[in-house]
């Protein structure tokens, strides 16, 4: 489904990620692990077109995605969460939920203006989809609470969520678990598989927790400094000599 | 302690929470058509200033309370909207017709400016749009064959149909004479409320919101920056040549410094200390820069003389206000007011911290 041929990318004289090549297959919860600083962050955020890549391609089933804009990701049907939350704060989870949709609507600026029978129509089905995430997370008695003032695991609930008011086919997760409590890491690998199962969501997360990864990953990618060190279950992964070393080598 | 039962999703969309919501409103825009016909000509024409400051400042809420774009050059827009609507009217095209081609103009200009944004932001998009300000004035200036150069323009009346809407009625049995042209501002505020309002609380609203919250995030939902930010200059603009076509036919006759730097620091008063994000701020904010002139009155009986004579007191006091607000309450009036209603709402269970933002965690994985 999600093809990197070659990625590479560089910081000045830092490759953050080299020659960097995998396949997410339709269906995966694919995980990359590595030490800080292996370049996990830099490979979601090529794949959001943050970064340009110097060197090779990313497909998206037929389509080369190597050179859209980082708005037209999103109507690839490719949506994510950040490492350290970036929600609007200032706005309330709902308002969070609704801002997602963006590029499901259907109004230009006359009929918003004049807010007629579409726009108005168009809310309401926004809601509806608000509503069915805020029911699938739990998510009820924060509805109207504005986000920067929730906790911080509830915030990166709030910010999957919002991720899945897109409808994406395939969801970037960048650390879901961090700064989370070990009950609701728990949740989270519940969620994960809920929303990748029921919702037929194909999950690439960066993870450290290999319990959770252990737990709910298909499929495991191991990096160190830009570079792929193996692909496996797991198990495999987890027991290569490799990535043993790159993680003690730190 | 008020409930709103809420009984479908159409309650959180209208504008109005419910019956007795709409009923304070109803009866605020009754009052404002009946004023007139019990204020003097001073209260009136207060009131019509207050009006079109309110256009403006709606126009500039958009910009910087909803996008987060700051802009310093807003009397531009004023001027823009100004010169074009009366250059029009000299050449008789009906006003009905040329206040809507100042507002294009005006929105064509401010697209332009929006390019500008989309490269800088904060401080270096304050001294861009500056800059922008001295550049309309420079050339409104020198442009002699058209503008009149430093003698200026004079403002032909607004008619419709033949019909002096800047002469004022006598009412049947009342002393008092009525201007129409406070109906004129009153009617095209609400219009322009009316349909800001349902922008807002549509998709491009939340896409000024989001690029305004989180430029980032605003991309991963497909938001696109750039036209975003444009549309939102653009928007702001038109609305602020309104306010300044409507102003030119207060002032009479114009002139190159008409407006200047201290109206963009006016307007952007205005916002701010209304409230920045939303849009009853900005009736505050009009209130408040409507009655300041007052208050700054009263202040001068109370100063040395010298210092009152030394001049550069208003831009002082302004920016202190400014400054003031931004660090004391930088949701302005309308953020004091919520939190006065809620506390009256959850009386003896109000919390001081419901309104405390949590530490935000580390931003240094942002991308910039
Ligand atoms: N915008 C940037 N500018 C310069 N260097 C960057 C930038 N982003 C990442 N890097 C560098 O690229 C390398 C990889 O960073 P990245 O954030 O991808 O690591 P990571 O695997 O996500 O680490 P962590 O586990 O700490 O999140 C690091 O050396 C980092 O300093
Ligand atoms: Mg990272």
Known sequence: MLIADNLTCSFGGVKAVDQLSFVVNHGDIFSIIGPNGAGKTTVLNLFSRFYNADKGEIWLEDDNITKISASAVAKKGIARTFQNVELFERETVLQNLLIAQHIHRTTN???????????????????????????????????????????????????????????????LMDEPSSGLNPEETEDLGHWIEDINQDLDVTIVMVEHDMSLIGRVASRVLAMADGRLLTIGTPKEVENHPEVIEAYLGC | ??????????????????????????????????????????????????FISAIAGTGLMVLVGYTGLVSLGHAAFLLLGAYVHTLLLKYHIPFVVSLPLAAI????????????????????????????????????????????????????????????LQSDVRVFGLD?????????????????????????????????????????SAQAMGVNLTAAKIRSFSLSAALTGIAGGLMAHQIGHLFPDSFTIVDSIKLLMLVVVGGLGSVHGVIFGAIFLILLPEAISVLKGWLPQAMVYRGGLEPLIFGSILILFLVFEPFGIYGRWQKILLYFNQFPLYRKKTFKRQRSFLRTERVH
Request: charged share 20%; net charge positive.
């Open chain 2, 105 to 164: 103009a005006c929105g064509v200009f401010g697209m332009i400016v929006g390019l500008a944004a989309l490269r800088t932001t904060g401080v270096y998009l304050a001294i861009a749009t500056l800059a922008f300000a001295m550049i309309v004035e420079q050339v409104i200036k020198n442009w002699k064959s058209l503008t009149g150069g430093n003698n200026g323009l004079k403002v032909s009346d607004p008619t419709i149909f033949g019909f002096d």
């Open chain 2, 176 to 216: 008092s004479e009525v201007s129409i042209f406070y109906y004129v501002c009153f009617v095209i505020l609400v219009l322009v409320l009316f349909l800001i309002v349902n922008l807002l609380r549509a998709p491009t609203g939340r896409s000024f919101i989001a690029v305004r919250d989180s430029e980032i």
């Open chain 1, 109 to 171: 600026l006359v009929t918003e203006c004049l807010f007629v029978g579409l726009a108005r129509r168009q809310e309401i089905r926004f809601r509806e989809t608000a509503e069915h995430v805020i029911d699938l997370l739990h998510l009820e008695q924060y509805r109207d609470a504005v986000t920067g003032s929730l906790p911080f695991g509830v915030r990166k609930l709030v910010e999957i969520g919002r991720a899945l008011c897109l409808r994406p086919r395939l969801l």
């Open chain 2, 1 to 50: 302690m008020r409930f709103v039962l809420k009984t479908s999703y159409n309650r959180d969309i209208d504008v109005f929470r419910d019956r007795v919501h709409f009923f304070w409103y109803f009866l605020l825009v009754l009052v404002m058509l009946i004023a007139p016909l019990f204020a003097g000509t001073y209260f009136q024409s207060q009131l019509t200033l207050l």
